[in-house]
């Protein structure tokens, strides 16, 4: 099993509906989580951290599933901007630092 | 505004030369890390250090070397570059490990073409 899998999509949506992505890992170990956002040709860019259940900020919910090991971003509301690649993340437990381990990311594609 | 720099946004350079991708972190943090963005597969990790004069190998180090001789600045070196590394070089900092380190910081990329 890879260390952190995702669905690649793309996901068309439209303006306006709830589309929401899930991310599963294989560390049971594994205690915070992250969502970034990627445009394209960008660099990835913190979107939210998830260390218990879940964690909310507007049109945003992302939630952490433990005894399935499967993180997941609800987007309410898509807006044409929240186009982009969302990448899941994963901290590789132990060592002297926080490595993290990144998804492949899933392509969100929001039409007008 | 906090910010990791990278040198170069886009490079071109032929094959069997020697390349230096320099990254700067303004933040004051203790691990940098150098990526690889290449389409299906995502980022990978190719060195990173967490303290100055520190390196350690990532996933794939193979034809990389790394420098930190200062807290703020991590150098990427290939050191005889090859059409596979054609490839974005993602820089990144973070704060010492633990849960509430935040996540990372990434610059911009840079753009690397082998010829």
């Known amino acids: ?112 | 505004d906090v910010k990791v720099t990278q040198s170069s946004r886009y490079l071109v350079k032929r094959t069997g030369e020697k390349v230096f991708l320099e990254c700067v972190q303004d933040m004051d943090h203790e691990n940098m890390f150098w990526y690889r963005q290449d389409p299906g597969l995502g980022l990978r990790l190719i060195y990173f250090s967490y303290d100055v004069k520190m390196k350690e190998k990532g996933d794939i180090p193979e034809g990389y070397s790394v420098s930190r001789e200062k807290k703020e600045r991590f150098s990427l070196i290939l050191e005889s570059a090859s059409t596979n590394q054609t490839s974005m070089y993602l820089c990144a900092s973070s704060l010492w490990g633990g849960r509430n380190s935040g996540g990372y910081t990434f610059g911009s990329g840079t753009r690397l073409t082998v010829v």
């Open chain 1, 1 to 112: 099993r890879k260390e952190v899998e995702q669905d690649p999509g793309p996901f068309n949506v439209p303006e306006g509906a709830t589309v929401a992505f899930n991310c599963t890992y294989s560390n049971s170990a594994s205690q915070s989580f992250f969502w970034y956002r990627q445009d394209c040709r960008k660099e990835p860019k913190l979107l939210m951290s998830v260390y218990s259940s879940g964690n909310e900020d507007g049109r945003f919910t992302a939630q952490l599933n433990r005894a399935s090991q499967y993180i997941s971003l609800l987007i309410r509301d898509s807006k044409l901007s929240d186009s982009a690649t969302y990448l899941c993340v994963v901290p590789l437990i132990g060592g002297a630092t926080n490595k993290l381990i990144f998804g492949t990311g899933t392509l969100l594609a929001v039409q007008p």
